[in-house]
């Protein structure tokens, strides 16, 4: 039962002492008022008057709020009370002149409290989900805005030896202009979005990985604006009412994250609510999703990182996650909760940890459309640069099936590119057995070989290597295995950080003329190997692909070019060609569309040079590109439903398609086909429009 004394405020009154008959009324009521004990004098009146009136009881709270016992002295003895901490000496009376509810109270900067708003007032004035789960007091609030006052966050990270992101070359300047755009973000979505699209090659380092890395980890420290749904595992019970917090009633596309595996991070917990809303930046900028029919959302079931459970100005729930099927209900509600408010919604899956990753996927992929991007788009891109890595060397890509991986990670994004190459093995013909054969995989413990008996999962046991087979042991190192095996790929999705020593490259190097380096693993710091180092150890012949992006090397005075190969070029595409042809699920040819789509971007003359991935300067371009595959292979397996766009899918499949381009189009237009064009038409694309009747030739 919660006991909330009715003390009110403005004269610094308590109503108790002024009306006795209202306070009577309450005890016998039980009616739930604020509770507010704002100075001692009134404290101990509040304590007095309870326990004249045997209220001493000490009251127990069935909600989650964070409270700070406060013992309340009395002349003949102690009775205890609760107040909130850091509750303000003044009491303010929640304004009942607010008529405003849920994302116009955050930005009406007269109520406005953020963070500090109480979980009454967020259930009263419909905030649940707009804020992170924490609750923090005014002086927290003041503290934070003081440090950063007197030193910025940018400053700070410069100077601080122990930030591993800068002292691993991420340059103040860069967050500097993170927070710049940050700032124009929550100010004029579409002022911010045009610079971004314009400027996409330059930008996406920022808003993407790897500042969106730095962002992540500073992500309550620099919390000013609340963007996105924070959905928590306090939640559990109301997450559809609490969906309808969000005010838009159209959303498309939404980005989820536990935050248990922030890029090569590790657990950032709610945290990890950037990478979602960097994700969902992209979408806009580079698939031309409508910035209000996007839902950065975050899922907070705790976090097992002790720094952050540590941190006083952390946001998320100070508890450990949720486990087993405790976690899954809660992810279960979630998404039945948007689904629910949003029947048409793709669900992208971002950053889980390898344990659930998969579990949820296979969960939801057979009814839901949704996809997991580590897993599936990851594949997909990996995949489209071994094709291109192919093509540059003048090959089909069938020889796919003659490469042999060495790939450093196991964890769902290592499994899952492995996985994908195996059945790209078996499209050219390989039995799966073949191919599983062309891949040695490490883990954390080295060479994964039949030595470690049943310890695999059903995914990972094909891919164990006989004990002792080619020389290697379990645990072989990456060194000792590219040095017996000569693989003519080495791939890294291990998020451990510069693991490929200058003997490793060069012994890959040794085998094969031009070797496929992908260290894929973010963000910069986490990355297997430099650019540099891949040159140079390779003496210039390999082709580098990381997952972050790399400048060109010049090398013996020749430039070779630092590709990134980064699930950004898939999931903008793949989801905009489900979403637009409304597509009922993500299947694997949807997939397997995408990378061949992706692969088929680049330029004859490019590919020559080693650059296996297309310039993202046009990113849009390639986004429809893959779309437009994604919607035909949807189209072809039935799954397509939306008219208009399945009507100009039959069109182009008739062949018909030359009428629709006009005399005068631009030439690159004129390459596109009728799907691709269909496409970038619907995209949205960030301009001013009148907000007010302008007759004409009054604007000039
Ligand atoms: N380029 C891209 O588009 C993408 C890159 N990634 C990156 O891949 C990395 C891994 O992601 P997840 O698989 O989800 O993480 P994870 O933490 O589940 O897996 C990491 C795997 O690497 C292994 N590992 C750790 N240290 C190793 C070492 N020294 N040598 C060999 N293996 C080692 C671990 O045992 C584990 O199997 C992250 O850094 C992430 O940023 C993930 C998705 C997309
Ligand atoms: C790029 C990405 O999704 C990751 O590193 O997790
Ligand atoms: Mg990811």
């Not at 994964?448 to 072989?476: I, K, Q, V």
């Not at 039959?650 to 269909?678: H, I, N, S």
Request: charged share 25%; proline share 5%; hydrophobic share 40%.
């Amino acid at each position: 039962m919660i006991r909330r004394f009715p003390f009110v405020s403005r004269n610094q009154q308590p109503l108790s002492a002024r009306h006795p008959a209202l306070l009577q009324r309450w005890e016998k009521s039980k009616i739930s008022c604020a509770l507010w004990a704002p100075s001692s004098s009134v404290r101990s009146l509040a304590a007095s008057t309870i326990a004249g009136n045997g209220s001493d009881d000490d009251p127990s709270l069935s909600d989650n709020r964070q409270l700070e016992r406060v013992d309340v002295q009395r002349s003949d003895g102690e009775v205890r009370w609760r107040y909130y901490k850091g509750f303000p000496d003044r009491h303010q009376e929640l304004p009942t002149y607010v008529r405003q509810l849920g994302p116009a109270v955050l930005a009406n900067p007269h109520i406005n409290k953020g963070t500090a708003f109480l979980w009454s007032e967020r259930e009263r004035f419909h905030l649940r989900g707009l804020l992170p789960a924490r609750m923090v007091s005014m002086e927290d609030q003041t503290d934070r805005v003081v440090e950063e006052f007197r030193e910025g966050a940018w400053d700070k990270a410069a100077r601080d030896p122990n930030d591993e992101m800068v002292s691993a070359g991420l340059t103040p300047d860069n967050i500097r202009k993170w927070e710049y755009l940050t700032g124009i973000q929550g100010q004029n979505e579409t002022l911010y979005y045009r610079v971004l699209l314009d400027n996409f090659e330059e930008m996406a380092s920022v808003v993407y990985t790897p500042t969106v890395g730095w962002a992540c980890l500073n992500f309550s420290r620099m919390f000013r604006v609340a963007r996105g749904m924070y959905f928590s595992s306090r939640d559990k019970g109301h997450m559809v009412s609490i969906a309808y917090n969000w005010p838009s009633h159209e959303v498309d596309a939404i980005v989820v994250t536990d935050g248990s595996r922030i890029l090569g991070l590790g657990d950032l917990g709610m945290n990890g609510m950037g990478i979602s809303i960097g994700k969902l930046d992209l979408y806009v900028a580079a698939a031309g999703f409508h910035p209000a029919r996007v839902l950065p959302c975050v899922m907070d079931v705790g976090t097992n990182n002790d720094k952050l459970l540590e941190d006083k100005n952390y946001l998320g729930l100070s508890q450990r996650r949720l486990e087993g099927e405790e976690y899954l209900q809660v992810m279960d509600e979630f998404v039945a909760a948007v689904k629910a408010r949003w029947p048409k919604v793709i669900i992208q899956f971002e950053d889980f940890r390898t344990e659930y990753a998969s579990k949820l996927l296979e969960r939801y992929r057979h009814h839901h459309l949704c996809f997991n991007d580590d897993i599936q788009g990851t594949a997909a891109t990996a995949l489209a640069g071994i094709y291109a890595g192919l093509a540059a060397m003048d090959k089909p890509y069938s020889d796919i099936r003659h490469l042999r991986f060495v790939v450093c990670g196991a964890g769902s994004a290592g499994m899952g590119v492995v996985l994908w190459l195996c059945k790209a093995m078996e499209r050219h013909g390989a039995d799966p057995e073949e191919a599983a054969r062309n891949f040695w995989i490490l883990d954390a413990d080295g060479l994964m070989t039949t030595a470690r008996g049943d310890s695999f999962d059903e995914t990972t046991r094909r891919f164990a290597r006989p004990e002792g087979g080619d020389g290697l042991n379990d645990g072989a190192n990456v060194e000792e295995v590219v040095t017996k095996i000569r693989p003519e790929v080495l791939l890294g999705l291990s998020g451990a950080g510069r693991i490929w020593s200058p003997e490793t490259i060069t012994a890959l190097a040794e085998g094969t003329e031009r070797p496929l380096i992908f260290p894929m693993s973010n963000p910069s710091h986490k990355s297997e190997c430099s650019a540099e180092d891949a040159a140079k150890y390779a003496e210039g012949r390999g082709i580098f692909a990381s997952g972050s992006p790399f400048d060109d090397v010049t090398y013996k005075g020749k430039v070779l070019p630092s590709n990134q190969s980064n699930n950004l070029y898939v999931f903008p595409g793949l989801a905009l060609g489900a979403k637009l042809c409304q597509a009922t699920l993500v299947t694997d040819g949807m997939i397997m569309a995408a990378s061949e789509a992706l692969a088929s971007c680049n330029h004859p003359e490019d590919l020559v040079k080693g650059r296996i991935y297309p310039g993202l300067s046009d990113v849009r371009s390639i986004s429809a590109r893959v779309a437009a595959a994604v919607m035909r292979q949807a189209h072809s397996e039935g799954i397509a439903s939306h008219p208009k766009a399945v009507a100009v899918m039959d069109r182009e499949a008739r062949d018909d398609d030359d009428d629709e381009q006009a005399d005068g189009e631009e030439e690159d237009d004129k390459k596109r086909t009728l799907l691709e064009r269909y496409i970038l038409n619907q995209m949205y694309y960030p301009a001013y429009t009148p907000l007010a009747y302008v007759p004409p030739g009054v604007l000039e």
